[in-house]
């Protein structure tokens, strides 16, 4: 870890280009699954604050939010996916003046998309009002509303990301991360335990914390002295570039925030259960982001190897990379499933300290193991994924992200909520990522293994 902290950006190129596999894999793959444990980590102690201090209403009302959030952020999702393969392979190259035009470009970008785009929140806020439980409606509209003001901020974090680990700087976003998870947690406990704010408490949080980031980032990007050092001098948008970069995002984007859409609809069935269910399922989700996104992180170093690789011609070790890497997720997810399901209870009753529901807490441990069990293949199709997003390949991670959540998962719960009630839910999450990473494998094996950026 202290090696690669050592290295240049160019250090770390030919280390990717010409290194061995397996110990580069592991090497730049250690600070994006630290930043994975402490990514999972931030809504943990948001649930924490949540559940015992903001009462059940707020928690579940916010549970509810995080999808229509996350639908909006797709599309910086999206361009940060279509940085991370583009600019990785600007930097394959060795090309590093168009790496950090390209790196200006999309920043701006999506800046500009994000503030265009808070205002939904507060529109989508008052339209579900009218089809919500009426118990966590004022929240829900309370919690939208003043998370329109958040949004930018969030767009700027996910370029960011991409621009870093395009150019082999995991570490980067570990840092930032880390830094969020701190000041979220001072924010909580100020807005949340001290004054007692409820839903606006944690939106103030979120909004403090991502402020110190923003300032953080334009100083990492713009003032600090290195090889990838930005500047506005003689800026002007590059509509060639700017469509590039939609044209390889568009359909991660538009995965991206259909595959919110589907949790959305998926809220919206197990919000019909009252507000204690949908509690012990964002509880149970909240435990869950652990064990899901530290075997499944390594599928961004995926896209940055692979991508580099493949933008240098080198095919025979970018399929070496992917192989290599379905064997280490395989190893990490059954670790993580072995390690956090026996101590589900426990885990849970975290989140009920001052209140200790017993409904609560017994649907949330159920939850919770059924989705720890659904690791394994959702780790299998995230360094899939990965891999087409380094080959531009985005039309393919489309459909299959939306056969995942719509043509799997939610499919599943219509035809099963009969039978198994709220359980259609937790069982739909183990049907779909398992039924979706074999298809991934399946379509991997039958698509050429080639760049669909630099080809065209």
Known sequence: MLNLLEKSPLERRKLILEGNILPTLILLSLPTIIMAIVQSMIPVFDGFFLNNYGGVLVAGAVTFCAPIVNIINGLSMGLGSAGMA???Q???????????????????????LGIICSPL?????HILTNYVNKDVAPYILEYLSLYSFVMPMLFMAAIYNGIKNACGQPEATLIRMVMLLILKIIFSFIFLKIL?????????????????????????????????????KNYRPDWATIRQFVRIGLPSMLSSMFVFLGFFLINMEVQSYGPKVLA??????????????????????????????????????????????????????IAM????TPFSRAF??????????????NIATHALKIYNISVFGFTLFMIVQGTLLALGRTKVTFVTGLLRVWGFRYIFIILTRHILGVDAVFWGNLFSNTIAAVIYLIIMQMIPFESNILNE
């Open 86 to 88: 583009i600019i990785g």
């Open 90 to 112: 600007f930097n394959g190259l060795g090309d590093i003046k168009r790496v950090k035009h390209a790196s200006l470009q999309l920043l701006v970008f999506a800046l500009v």
């Open 121 to 125: 929140l507060y529109v989508i806020g």
């Open 196 to 232: 007692r704010l409820g839903a606006k408490g944690a939106v103030f949080s979120s909004f403090c914390s991502y402020s110190i980031i923003t300032l953080w980032l334009f100083y990492d990007l713009f003032i600090k002295k290195y090889e990838y050092q930005l500047s506005f």
């Open 280 to 333: 012990a399922q964002g509880i149970a989700s909240n435990i869950s982001a652990l064990t899901f996104t530290v075997p499944s992180s390594i599928s961004t170093t995926i896209t940055t190897m692979i991508s580099m690789n493949v933008g240098n011609n080198n095919i025979k070790k970018g399929k070496s990379i992917y192989y290599e890497s379905l064997i280490i997720g395989s190893i990490l997810s």
């Open 337 to 340: 499933i072995l390690i956090i």
């Open 348 to 361: 849970v009753k975290i989140f009920q300290k001052t209140v200790m529901d017993g409904e609560i807490i």
